[in-house]
């Protein structure tokens, strides 16, 4: 659906007033979002620490054993 709407926004099909109805359908209103963010980021490695219970350690240690066929 939305590679609908960019055709449709570069096509001229949606109106560039406000105040008509359809505005809000165009891809290009909140290009300045786009080209401000970050593309690359770097987060803090506190916020990749990933915690697992003891049962999905099971699972895994048992899955990794079973699968070398020790």
Do not use: H
Not at 50 to 64: D, H, I, P, S, V
């Amino acid at each position: 659906m939305w590679i609908i709407c960019v055709i449709l926004t570069v096509c001229d099909v949606f109106p560039s007033d406000s105040s008509v109805y359809g505005y809000a359908a165009r891809t290009d209103l909140k290009t300045e979002n786009l080209k401000n963010s970050p593309w690359i980021s770097f987060p803090y490695p506190a916020y990749q620490m990933t915690w697992e219970t003891a049962l999905g350690q099971t699972g895994r240690y048992n899955g990794m054993y079973f699968f070398a066929g020790v």
